[in-house]
């Protein structure tokens, strides 16, 4: 039996960012995994994701290439399997250096499964640990519907995509959240034939039924997008058959991203009394990451939150935080940043229009469109949509859903400055270079300042503080 | 005679700016041009300029399909004079809504040149025009060297440019501030040999010595870049030669960027007794744009501040608010916002090093590359460098410099980072998406926090701010 200060079970982001804070305390600690080392984000997510598409939107800007007075793009040809061993370069480099971080620590890390034998003890392999506090970071797995076992032959899910050799010519995905519209999208630009399938419209989390409606509008020009239950059944003129309602699409595989499920099974905390909610989670303080009454920390995907990489990486290090030193501090959540690496782009961020029309919130929808913005029309890329959320009253800035041309920077804009919770009038202090996409995202800032209660022109609120140094002429 | 209640000299983003204010008070005002209407940054600036940087970098990215499993770049060709017609194309598309939208008031706009009589009476053209206010918006234009006109054939500046029908093989760009920097390395990208030739180290704008040096690296990788006085003369192997030192280049033609100046000779208001600097314009309030004891005001470029459109714009809607009123209301200005559309970006945002060290601000710098950096390596444009300057005591942010990919949404983040006054701390408190290019910004503000006279750990900065509501475990 060994007895640590912190065993944190899972090597995975949110375990690593744990361990980060841990090490601060104590030198007595243990990180528990039996699974592949590297991070999901590094290893089947973020990392090789993008990759993908940056190679699947390169080949696509040869379509304005013409337009430009470039010559010669019906000669470029894109080999599915070469671009896919392109990305696992990529995606090895960043396992790589993820795995030679680890190895810096790797007498505390222990390569077996853990078990709950009480709240403080820990069936770890054949071994036993003992530790004052543990932090649960075991990541999360892709959703598989059990109905669909049986043609696991033609399904792929993010686990897997990205080891394929190469890529068929016509695939159905299933599901158009975050990942299945990159992934959808980018298939397409790489010349897959690609039917998506979705059982609701909220395209990339998106909740605005404009935008909603734009998005499916300018996806649907790459790739076709059905709504309603997807039915798999094996054969028909390719291996796969997709039926929605009285339509069926014969298709090569499938990639199925309908979600992502916490890995909490297993891990017996049911067995020691810690109560667990109809999806099997324990309930968890997200400002501490403490389970009430114990000391045991959840962190990352692991805790049913948002699983999105900067969220694990702060829920880690509060977790590992509060676990050093047997507390549980509060700690400020960031605002919700949602990115979809789409083309255009698509983001959520903070408070969505579903979310503020439930509960009833006193809002304005500021809106600015790209069809004629400068900066969008000189990059060819002139279609999108903003909508900035806005308190009527106080004008302060609540949230946003856009589907736009590098909306991932206006997001982090927009992020940073319902962080530092401004209005209106004080985000449009700050200068907006020309020609620049930012100043679409003005655009729509200052559409929503002039619905508020209360207008204020944006050059009346650049007034000095003071009263005027010169007086009148 | 006339007599109106403003003139605005001058139809060009800071005199319709002016005249967007100037309406809101009273519709008995003039807007006096005599010269090409559709404003410098329509016409030959930032539109066009752009226009052509888009096509330059979607071609140059040829250079990474190969990698990426992208096949037939080397079939590839730029047609050049096909790509200045997609540029003008652009350009005429931006100069016809601007002349669009100044249709809406024509019967106020009077195609005459203005000459002060005195400061409340023009003679324009044959008319006289007086005004209880004068706005001055006369804008800037190219510096030709006077030793230079007899080989005018051989040199275009931002004005001639954009209308030549194609691009000779090999040019020479005088001056690397951020037209020679950004129109040379278009040039190079669409196969023009290209020489620099700059008196200074300050390309684009940089002041800081390692960040020079970098972009000198850069840049040089695709076009050359000598220090020295530029010798022009007609002849040699292709019509002009230049000689920098003992070296001498023979080019087709010049691209002379050594900047602009202010339209302000043959106003007249020396003769009105407005006391003019050493550079022949007045003193300037840039907090109301007034000019001191007279009902004069002054926007824009003519103004010898930053030639950048969104500050013409700015100082056009205070002079125009300020005019209409014949007072002198106090405005803030925005910090500095510049950036430079080369690839990579390069950017000034806020204080640059130079004036900070000149000043003997007690700051630290937080630097951060993008060798490594994730999403950098993803798009193949892993080369760049931030430094951040930040007040040691209190740990504001004072300015960036930087070379970077995408740097120019980096710089709006800062950019409204320093409007909100903020410390590294509250900055550090926004979410960042991974991966993304904002995570670079983020490594070396972390950089500079650590460097601070006073360190709070990032976690620390997200506190909450009341006391730990579960208590210790």
């Known amino acids: ?3 640590v200060d912190v065993a944190i079970i899972g090597a995975g982001s949110a375990g690593i960012a744990a361990r980060s804070e841990v090490v601060r305390v104590t030198d007595d600690y243990v990180v528990i995994d039996d699974g592949t080392l590297g991070t999901t984000c590094a290893r089947v997510g973020c990392m ?3 990759s993908l598409i940056q190679v699947a939107n390169d080949f696509h800007r040869r379509a304005v290439f013409e337009e430009m007075g470039i010559a010669g793009a019906s000669a470029l040809a894109v080999d599915r399997g070469r671009a896919m061993a392109h990305v696992r370069r990529l995606r090895d480099a960043f396992v790589d250096a993820v795995l030679k971080d680890m190895r810096t620590w790797q007498e505390h890390l222990v390569r077996a499964r853990a078990h709950f034998v009480d709240a403080n003890t820990l069936a770890v392999g054949d071994d036993t640990i003992k530790a004052k506090a543990v932090v649960i970071a075991t990541g999360s797995r892709p959703v598989m519907p059990v109905a669909w076992r049986p043609l696991s032959r033609h399904l792929l899910d993010t686990d897997s995509f990205f080891e394929a050799d190469t890529l068929p010519d016509r695939m159905a ?4 959240g975050a990942i299945g519209t990159e992934l959808g999208l980018a298939l397409a630009r790489l010349g897959v034939d690609v039917v998506a399938v979705s059982t609701n419209r909220a395209i990339a989390g998106l909740s605005s039924p404009a935008l909603q409606e734009l998005a499916a509008k300018l996806l649907s020009r790459e790739m076709q997008i059905r709504y309603g239950r997807a039915m798999l059944e094996a054969g028909g003129a390719r291996p796969l ?4 309602g009285p339509e069926a699409w014969d298709v090569d595989a499938a990639l199925v991203a309908v979600g992502r499920r916490p890995n909490m099974a297993g891990l017996g905390l049911d ?10 989670l324990p309930k968890v303080d997200p400002t501490t990451m403490r389970i009430e009454n114990t000391s045991i920390y959840l962190a990352g995907d692991a805790s049913g939150g948002r699983a999105i990489f900067h969220e694990a990486v702060d829920e880690g290090r509060m977790a590992g935080f509060n676990a050093a030193r047997l507390e549980s501090h509060c700690f400020q959540r960031s605002p919700r940043l949602a990115i979809t690496f789409s083309d255009p782009n698509i983001a ?3 408070r969505g229009w579903q979310s503020l029309t439930n509960d009833g919130v006193d809002f304005v929808t500021g809106q600015a469109s790209f069809a004629r913005q400068g900066r969008a029309v000189v990059m060819g890329e002139s279609e999108g949509q903003i909508e900035v959320y806005v308190d009527r009253k106080s004008g302060k800035l609540l949230g946003t859903e856009m589907i736009a041309p590098r909306a991932e920077h206006l997001a982090h804009l927009l992020a940073f400055a319902l962080s530092m919770n401004v209005t209106v009038h004080q985000f449009l202090q700050m200068p907006f270079y020309h ?3 930012e100043e679409g995202l003005r655009t729509a800032v200052k559409d929503a300042a002039y619905k508020l209660e209360r207008r204020i022109r944006d050059i009346e609120a650049m007034r000095c503080a003071e009263p005027p140094a010169g007086g009148t002429v």
Request: charged share 25%.
């Open 1 to 3: 039996m060994r007895t």
């Open 48 to 50: 090789p994701s993008k």
């Open 173 to 176: 995905v299933i599901g158009i």
């Open 271 to 280: 067995e020691i009394g810690v109560a667990l909610d109809e999806k099997g």
């Open 435 to 437: 020609p620049a996409i």
């Open 241 to 244: 058959r997709v039926g929605i």
């Open 348 to 350: 959520v961020v903070g």
